[in-house]
């Protein structure tokens, strides 16, 4: 049966399953960002703060939650630019209901068995061998051994996993190499990884935003040209999501009642 549990306690049970002091951050905070309740009677879980899981989780009329995240911000509407804070409007509806945010962006990439890159790979039907990507003192992609011999089989499970259309940029050979594949959720902005990749034996990297567009992943379309890596995109919440569903069962460990809210893909980030 489902619990009531002190807040503070979730939160002590977050940081000593992902030790948030091994890593450094790329927003200004992570952990609590709203704080407004001392007890949590549910759990939701979701990868962006965005109106869209508000407004599901106001639909089922809860009050006293934590809604925890992968980011702690919503969904970029303009690409170019950083995604702008929770709007006010929202800051105000999570008061009132007594919903608690907290976020893991850095600490739950980390590959470990809550990541979005092994939950994908979950997903996907594909073996991780090998961690690889390091940024903020965490690895967060992972090398693959697929039972794929091309592209394009790949790309068919990745749309069939996803649920939607992704886009191939086939600057590598249709052959996979060795049945490998590299995989990171989000998105990945060091160039370097291609030669990597390459001396890797991988020419398939599968990662969330691709569209050539934004200045710094026209570099990486640049360096993975170069070096004969063919980029799939699968935008970035789809990418990720499989960590939040995953999180579900982490504080169901708790004994608490939780749910994953779903969001719509931004098929423009391809």
């Keep these: 049966m489902a619990k009531t549990m ?3 306690e979730i939160y002590r049970a977050l940081e000593q399953a992902f030790r ?6 790329v ?31 106001e639909g089922r009329g809860d009050t006293h ?13 303009d690409l170019m630019h950083d995604s702008p804070p929770v709007a006010p409007d929202i800051v105000e509806r999570l008061k009132a209901r007594k919903i608690s945010v907290f976020n893991y962006h850095i600490p739950l ?3 470990s068995p809550w990541s979005p890159g092994t939950n994908l790979a979950k997903a996907l039907g594909v073996t991780p061998y090998e961690a690889f990507y390091e940024q903020n003192l965490v690895r967060m992609g992972l090398l693959c051994h697929t039972p794929f011999t091309t592209v394009s089989q790949f790309a068919q499970r990745v749309r069939e996993t996803l649920g939607h259309e992704i886009r191939v940029y086939p600057y590598g050979d249709e052959q996979l190499m060795d049945g ?21 034996g991988i020419n398939l990297f599968l990662t969330g935003i691709t569209w050539p567009d934004i200045p710094w992943v ?10 004969g890596v063919t980029l799939m995109g699968g935008t970035h919440y789809s990418t990720e999501k499989f960590a939040p569903m995953e999180m579900v069962k982490f504080f169901e460990g708790l004994g608490l009642e939780s ?7 931004r098929l423009q980030e391809l």
């Design 6 to 8: 002190a807040a503070q």
């Design 20 to 25: 948030p002091w091994e890593c450094t951050e």
């Design 27 to 57: 927003f200004s905070s992570m952990g609590l960002q709203f704080d407004n309740t001392d007890v949590v009677r549910k759990v939701y879980t979701a990868t962006f703060v965005s109106r869209e899981v508000l407004e599901v989780m």
């Design 65 to 77: 939650c934590l809604l925890f995240t992968h980011h702690p911000v919503s969904q970029k509407e």
């Design 109 to 111: 990439d980390r590959v």
């Design 180 to 200: 490998k594949i590299a995989l990171m959720g989000g998105g990945a902005s060091n160039p370097n990884i291609y030669a990597e990749l390459r001396e890797k």
């Design 218 to 227: 026209a570099r990486n379309h640049a360096a993975a040209k170069e070096h």
């Design 259 to 265: 749910e994953f809210i779903p969001e719509t893909p």
